[in-house]
């Protein structure tokens, strides 16, 4: 559990198993922490005030011992046709992040965070720019679920860790939290559409295959070359596209579970004939989808694919059996599109991975 400044314990850091001994300490019977869980998670409760299966005194005593939110909601916006809502919250600390809800069709997707910034400087997304400031507790995570919840139009239907932050440098929290989520006794969250998303942390996949975590797995590829990857994600220094891609054979062989692909399309530079050819090479004999996004970055040195060019590559993955998707851009207008997440943290300085590889062994991060 994560330690925070809060003078209360914050129990959706807690999963149900750590609900019941806590009960106990708070001289309730253990069986009185299905109730609080249900409370938490079915009726969304904000306080215990209202858990009226409690009798007044234990209600008074659990609102005296814990809280149920520490984020506050600081901006909610709206993109033009609605499909987009992008939330900022203020952490108990004051640090801030963003989480998105779209809409699509029948699908409801959740984009939450993992982190406060991110430290791995991606060159093309916005999040790198703030550096890393903090990893986010298991219940920072689930409260964004609960919160979007109260607020989304429909249920969701999908929740994807594709926020700020990389979920594999914070492992430990997001598979807490992605637990708590499918708890059946709770929010009972399909385990399989919660997708865990990774910039290519090599050993964390292996750690992830191993641990037989039930969630989904997308890789963000974004290069099919050794050479321009280094140049846009400088953590492929740290983990090379071949360890890379042996780590998602391993999880592959080991889980038996099929991976995305999530791709970016830069004009010019990543969308060749020569790159189509060498995905299909990398991606040979790895069960898979392609996700296939136009480059949303204000930098002019990333500039999206033309829609001719990322139609053309779509077709030739297809053509060669890759099942493939182009991701419309949602909520451009908004800033809440993949990699356009940002938080003014103020004065905070994040830390950023070509920091740490200065002063470091190159093979830790
Ligand atoms: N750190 C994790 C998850 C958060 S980023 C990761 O990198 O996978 C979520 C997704 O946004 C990733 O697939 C990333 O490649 C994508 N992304 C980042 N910047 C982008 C941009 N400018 N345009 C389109 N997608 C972007
Ligand atoms: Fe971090 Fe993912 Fe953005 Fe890269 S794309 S800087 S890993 S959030």
Known sequence: MQTNN?????????????????????????????QIFKG???????????????????RDKLNH????????????TISVNEDTVKFLWSLH?????????????????FCISSQVGCALDCKFCT??????????????????VLLMKQKAKRPATNIVFMGMGEPLLNLKNVLKASYILADPEGLAFS??????????????????ADSGAPFSLAVSLNAVFEEFRKKIMP???????????????YYISKTKKRVTFEYILIRKKNDTKEDAD???????DIPCKINLIPCNSDDPAYPPSTTETIQWFADYLHDRGRTTIVRQRKGWEIKAACGQLYANNETKIGKKISDNMRKKDKNTI
């Open 6 to 34: 809060l003078t209360k314990k914050y129990l959706l850091d807690y999963s149900r198993e750590e609900v019941y001994p806590f009960v106990q300490t708070l001289g309730m019977e253990s069986y009185r922490g299905d």
């Open 40 to 58: 938490m998670y079915v009726q969304l409760l904000s306080d215990f005030t209202n858990l009226t299966t409690l009798s007044r005194s234990l």
């Open 65 to 76: 011992a814990v809280t149920l939110r520490t984020l506050q909601l600081k901006e909610q």
């Open 93 to 109: 600390d004051g640090l801030k992040i963003e989480s998105v809800i779209i809409y699509k069709g029948k699908r409801v997707t």
């Open 127 to 144: 999040t790198g720019k703030m550096g890393f400031l903090r990893n986010l507790s298991s219940g920072e995570i689930v409260e964004q």
């Open 191 to 208: 385990q399989k559409r919660i997708t865990i998303s990774t910039s290519g942390i090599a050993p964390a996949i292996r750690k992830l």
């Open 235 to 249: 953590i492929s220094k740290n983990f090379p596209l071949n360890l890379l891609m042996k780590s998602v054979h």
């Open 278 to 284: 060498q995905f299909i090479k990398l991606t040979r």
